[in-house]
């Protein structure tokens, strides 16, 4: 099956610094990665869709300055948490897509996740 | 926003027993997906239904969907310990340009 990986799977940081994560998919391109938070004992919110070459897409209440997406290649993406205060500390998850919804390729992959902590 | 909602929120049961898991949503889609999440970890793909068809099987799951009522349930049949997880269905209803849209969840607890 399709693999995808995150890194790191643990973060720790001050309040104030950037935290950059990358999300990758391992054996297969993926012609869109999604990028989801969850808080604890909650459901994953989207926070962003990326198509490689182009710019993300952010959802409603997402400050697109804030969480910084370079999709450098189909096999990554990269979520970058700047100036991180500990309201971001919180579960963030990726996930890649094969193909177009519709398509047999139309499965979301999702990376094991990284945990962010903002003391 | 959450557009599913997966009732019950939890469910404890013995192992062995079949455990069902209801779905609803709102809006229009593509395909629904359910989802497992094990404490802490990230999500496994357990099946995809898509909006043409009503029912899938895949091992001891089994998944239906009614698009006229806009629900889906998702089955596990003869449980064991290790189908203690968080399961979650999640729909792309939104033109497929976008991510999913994940319901609340259900925590299921095997009893050994």
């Known amino acids: 099956g399709a693999v995808v990986s995150q890194h790191p799977s643990w973060v720790i940081c001050k309040s104030g610094t950037s935290v950059k994560i990358e999300c990758r998919s391992l054996d297969f391109q993926a012609t869109t990665m999604f990028w989801y938070r969850q808080f604890p004992k909650q459901s994953l919110m989207l926070m962003a869709t990326?198509?490689?070459?182009?710019?993300?897409?952010?959802e409603q209440g997402v400050e697109k300055d804030k969480f910084l997406i370079n999709h450098a290649s189909l096999t990554l993406s990269t979520l970058t948490v700047t100036s991180a205060h500990p309201e971001d500390s919180s579960f963030y998850i990726c996930s890649a897509r094969l193909g177009d919804v519709g398509s047999r390729q139309e499965t979301q992959y999702f990376g094991p996740g990284t945990r962010l902590l903002v003391l | 926003s959450q557009q599913g909602e997966e009732d019950p929120q939890a469910l404890s049961i013995q192992e062995g027993e079949n455990a069902t898991m209801n779905c609803s949503y709102k809006t229009s889609i593509n395909n629904l997906q359910w989802y497992r999440q094990n404490s802490g970890r990230g999500l496994v793909h357990l099946i995809l239904?898509?909006?043409?068809?009503r029912e899938k099987h895949s091992g001891r799951l089994r998944v239906t969907l009614d698009t006229s009522k806009k629900s889906s349930s998702l089955l596990i049949t003869a449980s064991r310990a290790a189908d203690t997880a968080s399961y979650f269905c999640?729909?792309?209803?939104?033109?497929?340009?976008?991510?999913?849209?994940f319901g609340k969840g259900t925590h299921l607890i095997i009893q050994p």
């Open positions: 239904i898509r909006s043409n068809e």
């Open positions: 999640a729909t792309d209803g939104r033109g497929g340009a976008d991510g999913l849209t």
């Open positions: 990326s198509n490689e070459g182009s710019k993300a897409t952010y």
